[in-house]
């Protein structure tokens, strides 16, 4: 009973060893490439539980999407701008066969990408203008498809010779070399007065249109009133000399006589000498008594 | 990364601990000490938090939501956690500590506009998981990955824009289509973020152009000044002429309504007169003649003539003020 229970125990052992060393379970994050004596066999891409002879043995590789950000460098445009680029490569290993053969870790990975990419670039920069990359006009700056297109041939390229996809090229700064900067800023110092002097002008411009227009209503209020209030002052003279007249003309020897008696009362002041014939009107009385009456 | 939890320790390993115990009660122990392990399993994943369970390295359920659940331990299944719902932030162009303790690399955060003025531009950046097996497994870095997709996105849309809207009227609009294009990016990398924000913390001039943009500024608020002062002068002017128009108006109504009245008052009291003037007519002709005589002739001097006299000029020329004399002499 002892002994068939060792046995039993050693049979377990073994099995677990077994286990241990045929059984291998793969993670979402990684491939597996399983090698037999040194010489790659198979890669597993599925994550899960897998087998293998135990004399196999295997390697592992991160699958997951990497960022290749390597510093930035100048490049000439077709125009003969210099523009300092920074761009980013997007990058995943793909092959790990290939891979482990050609390149092997993830820093001799990055250099051959930087040289790939470097050189694409470079050559795709020196077929666009400047205008392509950098414009304020609307549509005219489109990087876009270029960077397609460098994306594709680096990933053939990479896929070819190092088993690695690259995903995405993209450009993630545009900036200029420190030697264009001064004369930058000195443009856009420039600039910036040539618009302050505008909207000084444009202010100072509708600022007078503003104080025109209200002169001119002014002008027009006042005006209007006047013509009104000389017209209404007309209407009361016209009105006033309609009612003299039909007053008057109904005896107008009486109005005469009593308007020139009133003229009389103010032409004729205490500056005034008057000669008066003893045959005036108003002496007759005087020097002929009852007789001058008549 | 400090969201992402490990898997659960291993608390009890069957084989390791049970060697030292007796051997008649060895089934028994190990069955116990099975049971244990099995009932380890037993995890909670709090409310904030969603999980993701492996099974022998393959996703065996993407997305657990909070609760009690149970899962067997290693070698067989792992589990990972993440605060699903929790914003996390980044900043892109110039790292907030560089500027806190104010050495920043201006290259850092120098973009170039669309009429190539060159600007620094800080972008924070908010993100929230949204597929957790994709942000565990699919990218080595999600932080940086993203960084480089919003940072690609904010150089092009900047490139395209001139540096004027990009200080006034376009930020939000930057952000909007930096936002959606962005997200776009990341989805093609399967990161399985969600970038919830775009914000523009921060977009200034370089140093060497400030004053020159200040310049502007307060070129614009000058100009808006000179307007605002001729709409005061407007508003001031406008008014005061109507009151002027009313004014005009109204004298000359009252111009009208007196001058009507009074030759109405005149008339009928030159009718009330002239209707008794009619009645008869020499007398009260006489009478108003010797009337209006007696008011007039005591404020005048007077000189009175015969019938048949002549008037010595002298005598009324030498002095006005004399008094005349009937001789007709000159007074000594």
Redesign the interface.
């Known amino acids: 009973m002892t002994t068939k229970r060792k046995y039993t125990l050693a049979a377990a052992a073994f099995a677990?060893l077994l286990a241990y060393l045929s059984l291998y379970?793969?993670?979402?994050?990684e491939f597996a490439l399983v090698t037999q004596f040194g010489r790659p066999v198979r890669t597993v891409v599925?994550?899960?539980?897998h087998a293998k002879w135990p004399f196999q043995s295997i390697l592992w590789f991160?699958r997951?999407?990497?960022?290749y950000?390597p510093r930035?460098s100048e490049f000439l445009t077709r125009d003969k701008k210099n523009l300092v680029i920074e761009n980013?490569v997007?990058w995943r290993i793909d092959d790990p066969t290939r891979f482990v053969q050609s390149v092997g870790d993830v820093s001799a990975a990055e250099m051959r990408l930087h040289d790939i990419v470097w050189s694409g670039l470079s050559a795709a920069l020196g077929t666009q203008d400047l205008e392509s990359?950098?414009?304020?006009?609307?549509g005219?700056?489109q990087?876009?498809p270029m960077l397609d297109v460098l994306t594709t041939q680096a990933d053939r390229a990479a896929l070819e010779k190092y088993g690695i996809r690259v995903?995405?090229v993209?450009?993630?700064?545009?900036?200029?070399p420190e030697q264009n900067?001064?004369s930058?800023?000195a443009?856009?110092?420039a600039?910036?007065?040539r618009?302050?002097?505008q909207?000084?002008a444009?202010?100072?411009q509708?600022?007078?249109?503003?104080?025109a227009?209200?002169?001119r209503?002014?002008?027009e209020?006042?005006s209007?009133?006047?013509k009104?209030?000389?017209?209404?002052?007309g209407?009361?003279?016209a009105?006033?000399?309609r009612?003299?007249g039909?007053?008057?003309s109904?005896?107008p020897e009486?109005?005469k006589?009593?308007r020139t008696?009133?003229s009389?009362?103010k032409v004729?002041?205490?500056?005034?000498?008057?000669?008066?014939?003893?045959?005036s009107?108003?002496?007759k009385v005087l020097?002929r008594g009852e007789a001058g009456a008549r | 990364m400090s969201i992402l939890m490990g898997p659960q320790p291993v608390v009890a390993d069957a084989?390791a601990i049970s060697t030292p115990a007796p051997k008649r009660r060895r089934p028994r122990i190990g069955a116990w000490l099975l049971a244990l392990w099995a009932v380890s399993g037993v995890y909670i994943v709090p409310a904030n938090q969603q999980a993701v369970v492996?099974?022998?390295?393959?996703?065996a359920n993407p997305r657990l939501l909070p609760g009690i659940h149970y899962a067997l331990h290693w070698?067989i299944e792992s589990v990972y956690k993440l605060k699903v719902h929790q914003l996390q932030r980044t900043v892109i162009g110039g790292d907030i500590p560089d500027v806190a303790l104010g050495r920043i690399n201006p290259?850092s955060s120098?973009?170039?506009?669309?009429?190539?003025?060159?600007l620094n531009v800080r972008v924070v950046a908010q993100y929230s998981v949204r597929e957790p097996?994709d942000y565990?497994?699919?990218?080595?870095?999600v932080e940086?990955?993203l960084k480089?997709a919003v940072?690609?996105e904010l150089?092009?849309r900047i490139?395209?824009?001139?540096?004027?809207d990009i200080l006034t009227t376009e930020k939000v609009a930057i952000q909007n289509d930096v936002l959606q294009n962005a997200q776009r990016?990341l989805d093609?990398?399967?990161?399985g973020a969600t970038i919830s924000s775009i914000n523009i913390e921060d977009v200034t001039?370089?140093a060497?152009?400030a004053d020159?943009?200040r310049?502007?500024a307060?070129?614009?608020a000058?100009?808006?000044?000179?307007?605002n002062?001729?709409?005061g002068?407007?508003n001031g002017?406008?008014p005061?002429?109507?009151g002027?128009?009313?004014q005009?108006?109204e004298?000359?109504?009252a111009?009208?309504?007196?001058?009507?009245n009074?030759?109405?008052g005149?008339?009928?009291r030159?009718?009330e007169?002239?209707d008794e003037?009619?009645k008869a007519?020499k007398v009260?002709?006489t009478r108003?003649?010797?009337e209006?005589?007696e008011?007039?002739?005591p404020?005048?001097?007077?000189?009175?003539?015969?019938?048949k006299g002549n008037?010595d000029v002298t005598l009324?020329r030498r002095d006005?003020n004399a008094a005349p004399n009937p001789n007709g002499g000159t007074p000594k």
């Open positions: 677990l379970s793969v993670r979402e994050t599925n994550a899960g539980l991160d997951r999407l990497r960022i950000d930035p980013y997007a990359l950098v414009s304020a006009i609307p005219k700056a990087a876009a995903v995405d993209r450009i993630k700064r545009l900036n200029l900067k001064q930058v800023f443009r856009m110092r600039e910036r007065e618009i302050a002097l909207y000084r444009e202010g100072e509708q600022a007078l249109t503003i104080r227009g209200a002169d209503q002014k002008e209020i006042v209007a009133a006047y009104d209030s000389e017209r209404i002052r209407e009361g003279d009105e006033a000399t009612i003299y039909q007053a008057y109904k005896s009486f109005y006589l009593l008696l009133d009389y009362k004729l002041d205490d500056k005034t000498t008057i000669i008066l014939s003893s045959d009107e108003l002496l020097t | 084989d492996t099974r022998f390295g393959a996703v070698p290259a120098e973009f170039l506009s669309g009429d190539q003025n060159l097996k565990l497994f699919q990218t080595f870095n940086h990955v480089m940072e690609s150089a092009r490139a395209r824009t001139p540096v004027d990016t093609g990398y399967q990161a001039p370089p060497e152009a020159a943009f310049a502007v307060g070129a614009r000058d100009a808006i000044r000179l307007v002062e001729a709409e002068y407007a002017l406008i005061r002429a109507r002027e128009a009313a005009l108006g004298e000359a109504e111009y009208k309504d007196g001058k009507i009074r030759a109405t005149d008339a009928t030159f009718t007169v002239a003037y009619a007519p009260t002709a108003a003649y010797v209006a005589m008011q007039i002739l404020k005048i001097k007077k000189v009175i003539l015969g019938s008037l009324v006005d």
